[in-house]
């Protein structure tokens, strides 16, 4: 209310200003001395603006503030103040001491269902990922366990549903197969991945830890949704394998390699119908229901228990039937049981170390962007922030710690964690129910498994796909941004054709691209004053209305950063702009250009290469008889032209702080001395 | 002078709209529906701006803008504007049919003195830049020969001087050298160089005339000082061969390398110090008319023909006394008369032709680059402009014909323009009259020069890099901008312990480093009223007067495009700025926040991450009770905006054109009904 009324006491004090509108002349002239006097004040705070920091100074800050949160920094003086810090320390690391104390027997009712419908959909799909990841069963099982109940004491969203994910699965079977065939050598494929696991949790925790958080959203929006319907794909294609029962499979992943294989394979080996007839028909099955379940929302855990109820019917039957001597392939290898310590398998001093640490970053980058990808929608659903570098630190320990117990990588899976949002889930306490669920199983299920056939396994794993191809949104992205659609698509087809790795090379490599080409490509765009307003000046293409004034050309400098890429164009358009104009006006009925206005408020950076382009622009004007006059420039730049003494060459009474400040300078100018507009 | 009074005018409307001060409320009301009425129209002028292009118009548009230049868009009527049209085009292709028509007799009598003086440094630096190449002699008379005289009919500088170079000549043997030693297959090498040349002259005419000319600027102004020191530091490590007289010396370029070989000789050879006294005695010389050349700027020919003079002086005093015999390594080979052809030494089907093609590529950018640079510095200080594209054509033509007339590849020289410059030249003639000189010589002297002592080559050499090394320049860059001097010291140091090209990749590389970390490390700033004025909201740290309005949080979004690589820690930092402004407020003084107005108007380009984080933001402020409003969106963005139907969630009526109108919609919003501000 008190700056509302102080701007209508500043209109009244323009009314006083002008007392007699009958002697026109006289107010004209009063009133440019009023302006004159307003706009040198106004010049003089933008001159004296406040210097910059040493550079010292700033590089501290900037690491500071990129590594250390203020919060977490800590002086208690007092044992009593240290006590507290302490405590409120541990909080930020483990939330679980937050929520935990106002945790009710009732939200334990919802989280105890959801948990329970989380873990019959988590048994079929954690077998079939291992199997996906080229390891034995029992492991899909194990990273079910152990990661969910350290990310319960850690992790900040209360839905995400952490364990084995068919991307991160994909990725390790390509990626770590290259170093060693696990046809060949499963148990030092097997100690691989968990070392490549300890790698993803190491460099996870340390990004979350150094605060580079940032580095999840260098896989923009649309990367992921072409990334994902690619790796979908190749998910699918690797199913053929389990579905048909092919037992000698490529180890690629790329579309014509795995195609090749399939067909060579009808060719060379006898196949067993049985295995696709079984596997499709309970692909029908799950697929029926979560047709049902999306019809009837209070059905929505039949979908979730369908999986688990066909791995049973199916193992069930081909026990009973003895199928498994008849051509369909079953699981055979499974040890039940806690996980076991996997300490002794890490492996640190092996010829592939680079490799394999390369491996776990990319793994780990890619776990990071689907968890925090996901966590980050429900969160906004539920309407709380996720914070990307302590779901870092979180998910990083979580996989420190698994990749000791047998577990390979974890993250936040989509497909489960929309059904335990579904089921209820109050809090992380769904994690948990979850992972006693599974290990109970191992106890218990573990014969039981034994006879489970493959092409059940590629059911389920089949049926969770259809979520992970999202043609909708890449239509959106295609309506709305062009270049971002590239990106989806290029990850789409690198992933396809060429490898999974190189389809996200592809992604990153266009959307970084895309920033340097916007710089270059930096436009200039004539201003003009908005009827109806004193000093708002708009883009005429924008605002057709706008109107330009006689003698004076108004150019914005549309780029954030006027710099080596863009200030030889952004000069060469400025002398079109000013030949145009003259040159239009072939009836002379207007007059040539004596003043540029270079309206400088978009520009936040300036480098060396910019500030010669302005003064180059300037004598280059002045040959021409036109002056140059700068507005808004902002304090970065301001400050960087003061230290390169740029404002020496240009005149330091050309210099406005506001677009109409430098106009109205300029209409004075004319106006004291019509003759002299050659300055 | 209309706009002016309109102006005025606008000012007599508003003392119009409040007649009478006494009743205030009344008042206020009144002229918040004025007021409002008015925002109104400007919210209806931003969401019915021009539609924009369609996709395949825009990429159409694109692509004639990159590729032709519209003035050579032609379509004559009839034979007379044919005829026209056609000598119009032929100009701009050859620039001396213009101003040849012009030529007068006291212009020639300039050019040819300044021609003259430049012949007596070029034949020097010729044969010199040569040697550096690991070239016979001659090739580098030859290549002042040809390639000027066709630069003379096609280029539009007029005091560029065109020849062999010291960087190009430097790159040209260190790549071509890892391909072939020169050493053991001297014609291979001349092959490979010509083929070279030619590359480097296609690529440069391609991108001439696919007006690519913004691939100069990749090499940007730090790059270059810091490139070009380094390579001066190298070229003058590969003249002690010369100065010392070594024979057997190593064809790497790193100063660890050539410091090595030079010691290892130290103890392997018999080296003559007659060499190096002779080097250094006439060293000498050349840098004291340097010195007097300074000193008396009329006496500025002495400098330019010491170089000559020592040549000549060294040649005779060897051949008189017959140093050669007694230790002092001469030219030897040395082949006169007219360029002959080279068409039949291209090679076009070796196996190294991708990597000639590449080595072509970079000597061609860094020739271009040296030679704009120079050009166009010389051009702004006579006032006229160079156009780029025209330039890379003519260099480009220059090439191709050099490279089938024994030359390698030849670009503007620095130091030999400014002694042009200073010899007073007035067109590109003065080339034309360098080139018949040095033709003559060859014809004539070749007899002589076969004594030439080669130390007295390097010390030709020696005396023309101190110009290349710029401390002054490297230290105002380090003042003005540290990110800049790293791009500098990067490229100084690549260059010197590294190689050529890693040089220039470092520059390059940190260059585009530091676009893409602009734009992720995009800032918010808060926004205040400027004192003194009705609706102008600047940045209150940089103008610390400015005032904030309670309840009402105006953040601009301080970056060129919204896009994923910074769209989370934008929403992150507008949150923490409401988390602050309200907790900040421990003794309830003020209100808290109940408007946030994001100011876009830097924003240029957004994708679909930008858009959906604009959602998610707005989402997450009203789960605060907190209202988004958004001001002036720019062309671009709202276009995007409304084909992402972003308006439907946001509520239409939160779009402003101008901050003011946005905080005046919140404020009456506050008047009329202030309960709910829980909007």
């Given amino acids: 209310m008190r700056a509302f009324s102080s701007t209508l006491n500043k209109k009244k004090i323009k009314i006083k200003m002008c007392p007699q509108p009958n002697d026109s002349i006289s107010i004209e002239l009063q009133q440019l001395q009023l302006d004159a006097d307003g706009r040198n004040e106004r010049t003089q705070w933008l001159l004296n603006s406040p210097e910059p920091l040493s550079f010292c100074n700033k590089l501290i800050n900037s690491v500071s503030e990129t590594i250390l ?30 929520w935990g104390r106002n945790y009710k027997a ?48 850690m992790g900040s969203s209360r839905e995400l549903a952490i364990g084995p994910v068919a991307v991160v699965s994909l990725l390790l079977s390509a990626m770590v197969t290259e170093i060693v065939d696990p046809a060949v050598d499963p148990i030092a494929y097997t100690s691989l991945v968990f070392t490549v696991t300890f790698f993803a949790g190491t460099f996870q925790a340390a990004f979350g830890l150094l605060r580079l958080g940032f580095l999840v959203d260098f896989l923009s929006h649309a990367a992921i949704v072409g990334f994902m319907g690619g790796a979908a794909i190749i998910i699918g294609l690797q199913q053929l394998k389990g579905l048909i029962g092919i037992s000698h499979f490529t180890n690629k992943t790329d579309v014509v390699s795995v195609l090749r294989a399939v067909f060579r394979s009808f060719h060379d080996e006898a196949l067993s119908p049985m295995n696709f007839i079984l596997g499709c028909s309970f692909l029908i099955f799950i697929l029926v229901t979560r047709f049902i379940g999306k019809r009837n929302k209070k059905l929505f855990w039949l979908p979730a228990i369908a999986p688990l109820l066909s791995v049973i019917v199916a193992t069930l039957m081909v026990y009973l039937t003895k199928a498994d001597q008849h051509g369909v392939k079953i699981v055979k290898h499974f040890k039940g049981g806690l996980n076991p310590s996997s300490a002794h398998q890490l492996q ?28 980050r929608s429900f969160a906004s659903m539920k309407g709380y922030h996720l914070d990307g570098n302590k779901e870092m630190v979180a998910i990083g320990f979580m996989n420190i710690v698994g990749s000791l117990t047998s577990c390979y990588t974890a993250t936040g899976s989509f497909s489960r964690t929309a059904v335990n949002f579904s089921a209820g889930c109050e809090t992380v306490v769904s994690n948990i129910v979850m992972a006693i669920t599974v290990f109970i199983s191992l106890e218990l299920l573990t014969k039981l498994l034994y006879y489970t056939p493959l092409a059940i396994l590629a059911s389920v794993i089949l049926s969770a796909l259809p979520g992970l191809i999202d043609i909708n949104e890449a239509y959106h992205i295609w309506k709305v941004d062009k270049m971002d659609f590239l990106v989806c698509i290029g990850a789409f087809f690198g992933v396809l054709f060429v490898s999974v790795e190189i389809g996200l090379l592809i992604a990153v490599g266009i959307s970084f691209a895309r920033i340097i080409l916007d710089t270059i490509r930096a436009s200039t765009e004539v201003q003009g004053r908005l009827p109806g307003t004193l000093d708002t000046f708009c883009d005429i293409t924008q605002y057709p209305g706008s109107t330009s004034t006689s003698g004076i050309l108004i150019i914005r400098i549309n780029s954030g950063s006027l710099c080596f890429a863009n200030s030889t164009s952004i000069r060469e358009r400025v002398m079109k702009l000013v030949t145009h104009t003259n040159g239009n006006d072939e009836e002379n009925t207007k007059e040539n250009v004596h003043f540029v206005v270079l309206d400088m408020s978009n520009v936040m950076s300036v480098d060396t290469s910019g500030i010669v382009m302005i003064e180059e622009l300037h004598r280059e004007l002045v040959s021409q008889s036109i002056q140059l006059t700068i507005a808004n420039p902002r304090l970065r730049v301001i400050n960087k032209m003061k230290t390169a003494k740029c404002f020496d060459k240009l005149g330091k009474g050309w210099i406005f702080l506001t677009i109409g400040d430098a106009v109205d300078a300029c209409l004075s100018l004319k106006i004291a001395d019509p003759s002299s507009t050659n300055c």
């Fill in 348 to 375: 640190f001093n092996g010829s592939h170390l680079g490799q394999v640490a390369k491996i776990g970053l990319i793994c780990g980058l890619v776990a990071l962007t689907e968890a925090i990808a996901v966590g």
């Fill in 69 to 98: 949160q203020k919060e977490t920094i800590f002086f208690p003086s007092n044992s009593k103040q240290c006590k507290a810090g302490i405590f409120s320390f541990l909080q930020g690391l483990f939330p679980i001491l937050s």
């Fill in 106 to 153: 009732n939200m334990f009712k919802n989280d105890l269902l959801a948990g329970l419908t989380l873990a019959s959909l988590c048994i079929p799909q954690s077998i079939g990922y291992a199997n996906l990841a080229n390891l034995e069963p029992q492991y899909g099982l194990y990273t079910s366990v152990v990661p969910p109940l350290i990310y319960a004491v």
